[in-house]
């Protein structure tokens, strides 16, 4: 095997893994035996759990960037050049500025993003805060709004698989410590039968609307959004009424790989132990852009990230595998504005949320702080 | 959940199957492809699994 890695994408996977290399391949890579290199879009790195603060305004805009430069390890070279053909046959990546990159082991990590076209009048009739833009104009809608009903719109599938509850139980209190909730009405829709996939949070979830007032409407998958008549109709056949409509728009993976035929709707099929594509030895999968059936969340890509560094590297240096991926997701999930709790689970554990604490909360808003060191692979 | 992903994805006609370890799997899927107007090809036991498939109808 040869010895030039190539990371595509620069948001939480592909930074853990190429810093988490540097650390374990330094003798290599100063003596040029190996090379990183990474492609990503943007010089900032933005840290996407911070963006469930901004619609309420809880935190500062310039908390949610660094400069990438400055969060990867110096020795890998960081271009700016979106990947936009990966051939897996050939081992070689095009990106925009037509430049090709030969690659002998290739790590996918290139995320999901939002698809509100997806969904008719989404994008004209509702506010979303899974980008900046959207959670800067869903705070100006909540700073204007006093009473009315609010919509709290899950499609499928989304990544962070919290966000969801978590926003809904902030509303309820920035409204209540507002003073407009009692003329406000909080509904929560959901495309399964429950309150949420994952089985021991909807129980929780439950009675914990019930007792706030909060509806729900299990079941609904959207069909379209008039934003005229602001009402938002499902595929099962119902139709609300909103005067502010908050969505969890569907995701896909990034288009660079519909566009290489890596995988329907961008996610690639992945061995859900090696995190190899399928089909492939030499490239791996890791984040939100596997079409592994887990949660796609921060630490899951940590997590998977982990794997991965261990394997490359015990690949490269002795040929032969360190060890699974056991499916492990971490989420801290804040229930309020100042309780929080937490899941974990793996392939074999199913999850179990514990007692909703202000101390977990703290945890929560201190870990904000830490996801910095973490993207650094010091954590 | 990946279910109702996926169907966004396929052809109207074409079958995908689900395989779960999770009993609520096999009770709420046709309950909600019965709602939603897609077609329950079939749902069995495999023991330590259930097999679900499902037919995309519109
Ligand atoms: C509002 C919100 C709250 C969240 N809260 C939590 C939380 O509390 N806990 C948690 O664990 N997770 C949370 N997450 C989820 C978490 O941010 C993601 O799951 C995580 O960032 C996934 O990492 P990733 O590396 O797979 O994708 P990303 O971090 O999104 O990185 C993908 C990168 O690939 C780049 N890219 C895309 N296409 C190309 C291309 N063609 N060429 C080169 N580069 C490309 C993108 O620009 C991006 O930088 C939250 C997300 C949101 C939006």
């Known amino acids: 095997m040869g010895n030039r890695i190539l990371i595509v994408g620069g948001g939480l996977a592909g930074t853990i893994i190429a810093n988490g290399l540097c650390r374990q391949l330094g003798t290599q890579l100063r003596k040029g035996d190996i090379s990183i290199t990474m492609l990503g879009t943007s010089d900032k790195h933005l840290y996407q759990p911070g963006l469930l603060y901004v ?80 959670a800067r104009k869903m705070r100006d809608a909540l700073n204007e709004f006093d009473g009315g009903k609010i919509i709290v719109n899950v499609n499928v599938p989304h990544k962070c698989p919290v966000a969801p509850l978590e926003i809904t139980f902030m509303l309820y209190d920035y409204l209540a410590s507002k ?63 909103y005067d502010l409509l908050v969505t969890i728009p569907p995701h896909n993976g990034a288009e660079v790989i519909t566009d290489s ?71 801290f999930v804040e229930t309020g504005m100042s309780t929080g709790t937490y899941v974990w689970f793996n392939y074999t554990t199913p999850p179990n949320p514990g007692a909703p604490s202000q101390m977990i909360h703290w945890f929560k808003l201190a870990y904000n702080r830490l996801y910095w060191l973490s993207a650094r692979g010091l954590l | 959940m990946e279910l109702i992903a996926t169907l966004k994805l396929i052809e109207i006609g074409d079958e995908i199957e689900v395989l779960s370890t999770d009993k609520g799997t096999a009770a709420d899927v046709p309950e909600w492809v019965a709602k939603v107007g897609h077609e329950m090809v079939e749902v069995v036991d495999h023991g330590d699994h259930w097999s679900v498939v499902v037919r995309k109808a519109k």
């Open chain 1, 179 to 241: 003073g407009v909730m009692d003329k406000t009405e909080i509904t929560y829709t959901y495309p399964i039968g429950r309150l949420h996939a994952l089985e021991p949070l909807a129980e929780w979830a439950k009675p914990a609307m019930d007792q706030n007032g909060i509806k729900y409407e299990t079941f609904f998958n959207t069909k379209e959004v008039d934003p005229a008549a602001k009402t938002i109709t499902s595929e099962e056949g119902e139709t609300l009424d």
């Open chain 1, 261 to 331: 035929g890596l995988g329907d709707g961008g996610w690639v099929p992945t061995d859900r132990n090696k995190l190899l594509r399928e089909g492939s030895s030499d490239v791996f999968v890791c984040g939100d852009t596997t079409n592994i059936p887990i949660s796609k969340a921060g630490s899951t890509a940590h997590f998977e990230a982990d794997t991965i560094v261990d394997n490359l590297v015990s690949l490269m240096t002795e040929g032969r595998w360190a060890r699974d991926y056991d499916g492990k997701v971490f989420c």
């Open chain 1, 55 to 134: 619609p309420f305004g809880k935190i500062r805009e310039t908390e949610l960037f660094r400069d990438q430069r400055k969060v990867l390890d110096k020795r890998v070279p960081y271009h700016i050049d979106p990947a936009t053909n990966i051939d897996v046959d050939a081992k070689k990546v095009t990106t925009q500025s037509g430049k090709v990159h030969e690659y002998d082991y290739l790590v996918i990590a290139t995320g999901s993003r939002l698809m509100l076209q997806n969904i008719p009048g989404m994008e004209e009739g509702a506010h979303w805060f899974y980008d900046l833009d959207g």
